[in-house]
Each structure stands twice: as structure tokens, then as C-alpha cells.
């Protein structure tokens, strides 16, 4: 029998990480749709509408009723806007790990959304879910998303080499494919041990999470 995530909402001081809906689509593509999204994932470009839906009513149902993963939408507490996306794949209910990745709106980087929604997703699946390594893929050119990586404690593993298609612009305002390293992170229950502290000094992240 397949192990399925459940469907949750999770709560942090300023975020709520809840199931995609159809009302986040507008959002959803034009997240997408950005120069910084476009070159460190492998989403079509460009992103319609359509692909926004079909994401949210069938891919990531499909992904989450087949045990494969997770999709979270990130919200503003006090605003309800969508801020980012949390996602989870690769699962492997026997090792219990799986992969985290994250995308933030443009609007919304530098404000510690992605470090924090992580952070709680992580907390979540240690404690709720009884997980035992969370891995994280970042693009060797990738800064960002390094950052973030370190402030929830990951530990580097090393470099899968030559494994990761990144995008970048062209004269004519195309895209080109530019191969390049993935960095591997791991987090282990015992990595976490602090890193609310951290992000809360930091103001990232204050409270911990709580979950229906």
C-alpha cells in the first residue's frame, strides 16, 4: 500500500502553507512567469494560465494521492496573498525522505518567506510524519537558495556534477540551456535542533509550527 502525505495546512508567525486552489492560479503563473524562476527551474516558459490549473487540479493531486510528493501553496497571514510555493518529491516512504524544494514571488524575496516556510514544512515532517532526512538540490550558481539551505542548518553532501539544466537569456530575449552543477543538502532531525532559534534572532521565524 502507498504512503500518502494528508492533506494539512500549516501555520508559522507569518505564513500559511496550505493545498494549491484554483483561485491561486493568476498568482501561480505570473510566480512563474519570472526572470529568476525561469532560470533556476524547469518550468515551461511561458507559463499560461492553463499550466497554472492544470498544476494545481491534476498534477499535484496526481502527486500527492500517489505518495510521490507534496505541493504547498505559501500565503501571507495577514494578506492571504500567495508569496511562494513549498514542494516535496522524490519520496521514499521506506527511508522516510524526501526532497524539498521552494519558489518565492518576486515581491516577496529578502523577507525570509522561503526560510521560514521550510523550516515549518521540516518541523512538520520530522515531528508529524516521523521523516529522517529531508535532501535540498540547489544550483551551483544558485546563491539564494543556498542561503537558504544554511540558515535551516542543511549540511552540504556534495556535487552531483553536470546534473542540473539551468536557463539563460539570450541576445534575441530567448532562453538557452546551460548545464551546471547541483549542490546536495541534507537536514536530519538532529540538524534542526536550533535553527528555530537562528531564524527567530533573525527574524524569520518566531513560533513553532502548528498544524490541523
Not at 134 to 154: F, W, Y
Amino acid at each position: 500500500m502507498t504512503s500518502t502525505f494528508p492533506t494539512i495546512s500549516i501555520s508559522t508567525e507569518r505564513l500559511v502553507l496550505r493545498p494549491l486552489d484554483e483561485d491561486d492560479v493568476p498568482a501561480l503563473a505570473e510566480m512563474m512567469n519570472d526572470e529568476q524562476t525561469a532560470a533556476w527551474t524547469s518550468v515551461p516558459q511561458p507559463f499560461t494560465e492553463d499550466a497554472a490549473r492544470h498544476w494545481i487540479t491534476e498534477y499535484a493531486p496526481a502527486e500527492r494521492t500517489a505518495g510521490r510528493g507534496l505541493d504547498l501553496a505559501v500565503t501571507e497571514f495577514l494578506t492571504q496573498r500567495l508569496v511562494g510555493v513549498i514542494q516535496l518529491g522524490r519520496t521514499d516512504w521506506h527511508v522516510r525522505s524526501t526532497e524539498l524544494s521552494y519558489i518565492v514571488a518576486p515581491w516577496a524575496r529578502g523577507e525570509g518567506y522561503a526560510s521560514e516556510a521550510a523550516l515549518a514544512t521540516a518541523q512538520w515532517l520530522f515531528t508529524d510524519q516521523k521523516f529522517e532526512r529531508i535532501e535540498l538540490r540547489t544550483a551551483a550558481d544558485n546563491t539564494a537558495s543556498q542561503q537558504v539551505a544554511q540558515k535551516l542548518g542543511c549540511i552540504s553532501e556534495g556535487v552531483l556534477r553536470g546534473a542540473c539544466i539551468a536557463r539563460a537569456r539570450t541576445e534575441d530575449g530567448g532562453w538557452s540551456e546551460v548545464r551546471t552543477d547541483f549542490i546536495v543538502w541534507s537536514l536530519l532531525p538532529e540538524d534542526l535542533e536550533g535553527a528555530g532559534e537562528q531564524l527567530a534572532e533573525s527574524g524569520g521565524f518566531t513560533s513553532y509550527t502548528d498544524w490541523n
